[in-house]
């Protein structure tokens, strides 16, 4: 399975952004599609996560009500939708599959076969 993220990545506190991630190759094996981010120094963090076959979506605390993730059936996209942007939402973003996911587990990294090579996401004052 590969992966490959998308999006514009700069905007101003408050501002909005869309990420997309495109993945090919043996999708049953990547049920389960994530987005992870990493700033500078810090540990790669689950942001948001979608497991289709039971339509459930997982968030991060900080994310939620800010964040969707969300899914096209054609060419299996996922997209990640970003509102009220703070610098504190800058970093790597990085997409992630794996065939199964679920509350609990989502946001651990290492569970992860699948990872786009991230795009940056810059949120400046």
């Known amino acids: 399975v590969q992966l490959v993220e998308s999006g514009v990545g700069s905007v101003h506190t408050g501002g909005s952004l869309r990420l997309s991630c495109t993945a090919s190759?043996?999708?049953?094996?990547?049920?389960?599609v994530a987005w992870f981010r990493q700033a500078p120094g810090k540990e790669r963090e689950g942001v948001a996560a979608?497991?289709?076959?039971?339509?459930?979506?997982y968030y991060a605390d900080s994310v939620k009500g800010r964040f969707t993730i969300s899914r096209r059936y054609l060419n299996y996209t996922v997209f990640l939708s970003m509102d009220n942007l703070s610098p504190a939402d800058s970093g790597v973003y990085y997409c992630?599959?794996?065939?199964?996911?679920?509350?609990?587990?989502?946001?651990?990294?290492?569970?992860?076969?699948?990872w786009g090579r991230g795009t940056q996401v810059t949120v400046s004052t």
């Open positions: 992630a599959a794996r065939r199964y996911c679920g509350d609990g587990y989502w946001h651990i990294p290492d569970g992860y076969n699948y």
């Open positions: 190759g043996s999708a049953y094996t990547a049920n389960c």
């Open positions: 979608f497991y289709p076959p039971n339509d459930q979506r």
